[in-house]
């Protein structure tokens, strides 16, 4: 039998895993605008809320300012990374209204 917290996910783990296909997919393909959205604020800087704030707002202007530059299956990663950082800021803030 599994245990609770075995079956949760984990939207850290789950938003990391998206970010890190999609550097690699960015690097091998040169794609140098989202990479410098998002270097600056992945990997974390620091584990406390505004790391995670930082981090949701780069992977934002990538949505933002790069659309024309993704396919759809990248634009859908970005949007779940984008998800699991929220979860994870609505966990830390207890559900507060934080979203920018």
């Known amino acids: 039998m599994q245990?609770?917290?075995?079956?949760?996910?984990?939207?850290?783990?789950?938003?990391?895993?998206?970010?890190?296909q999609l550097v690699d997919r960015w690097c091998e393909r040169r794609?140098?605008?989202?990479?410098?959205?998002l270097l600056?604020?992945?990997p974390l800087h620091t584990?406390?809320?505004?790391?995670?704030?930082?981090l949701y707002r780069g992977l934002k202007d990538v949505q933002v300012f790069c659309r024309s530059e993704l396919p759809s299956d990248e634009q859908e990663m970005l949007r779940t990374a984008m998800q699991d950082i929220a979860q994870v800021l609505d966990q830390r803030l207890g559900h507060r209204q934080w979203h920018l």
Request: charged share 15%.
């Open 31 to 37: 794609l140098l605008t989202p990479l410098r959205h």
């Open 47 to 54: 584990p406390h809320t505004d790391g995670w704030f930082d």
């Open 40 to 42: 600056p604020v992945y």
């Open 3 to 20: 245990h609770e917290n075995e079956a949760q996910a984990n939207p850290a783990s789950d938003a990391f895993g998206v970010i890190q």
